[in-house]
């Protein structure tokens, strides 16, 4: 079975700019959420969506959003880019959210200049 | 919000030696994980483990949720075990929301 494909895996923005990362979970899984790695602030929890609904949201500014299709495949945006948003993006998928482990991407690292 | 604490913060082994990693929480838990991060980012799962004891080849873990902290073992390290490794928990209703710790880096020594 595929594990979960994240699309890019590197990506330079120049601040001001947005940028659309991909997600696609693996087979069967419904629930998929993001995380922001950063070597000060670790691992943060952005958002989880189940079934094409957000059903949890971290702490982050609106400038983070994201979305899941009807086929779980997932895409987190984020808008006018700023320098802090450099970090490396992970998505996971699980079968169903909390009660289930969860599998990570590799990873898609963002670099803003 | 709960807080998640790993011991110790980094770790240095020779090969072939044992380790034990700790992950302690404040607060009563759903779950619990184990994560390793490989020097090329990749999180790699390695226990799901709300309570009890779990093992896989070398590696093993045990979570005593009364008491609200998590044992990682490593027996006969390799220096492909170096990474960090992370724990994580899930706590109230907070579906999919995963609180991690910031982890134990490790480095096996050839």
């Known amino acids: 079975k595929a594990g979960v494909t994240q699309t890019p895996r590197y990506l330079i923005k120049t601040r001001g700019q947005q940028v659309t990362l991909s997600c696609s979970p693996i087979?069967?899984?419904?629930?998929v959420s993001w995380y922001q790695q950063t070597p000060g602030q670790g691992l943060q929890f952005l958002f989880e969506y189940f079934s094409e609904t957000q059903r949890n949201k971290g702490n982050f500014p609106g400038r983070f959003s994201g979305r899941q299709f009807s086929n779980s495949r997932s895409e987190m945006n984020v808008s006018t880019l700023e320098l802090g948003d450099s970090a490396l993006y992970l998505c996971?998928?699980?079968?169903?959210?909390?009660?289930?482990?969860?599998?990570f991407g590799n990873g898609t690292r963002l670099t803003v200049t | 919000g709960i807080q998640v604490e790993q011991s110790p913060p980094d770790l240095i082994l020779q090969e072939g030696a044992n380790s034990t990693l700790r992950c302690n929480f404040s607060?009563?838990?759903?779950?619990l994980q184990w994560f390793h991060q490989n020097p090329w980012g990749q999180l790699i799962n390695l226990f799901y483990i709300p309570s009890g004891t779990k093992q896989n080849g070398r590696l093993s873990a045990t979570t005593v949720a009364t008491e609200r902290y998590s044992l990682l073992y490593i027996s006969s390290s390799q220096t492909t075990d170096s990474g960090v490794y992370f724990c994580a928990v899930n706590y109230g209703g907070s579906q999919g929301n995963l609180i991690f710790g910031k982890g134990t880096k490790l480095s096996v020594k050839p």
């Open positions: 087979s069967g899984h419904r629930s």
């Open positions: 996971a998928s699980s079968l169903t959210g909390s009660g289930s482990p969860l599998h």
């Open positions: 607060d009563s838990v759903n779950n």
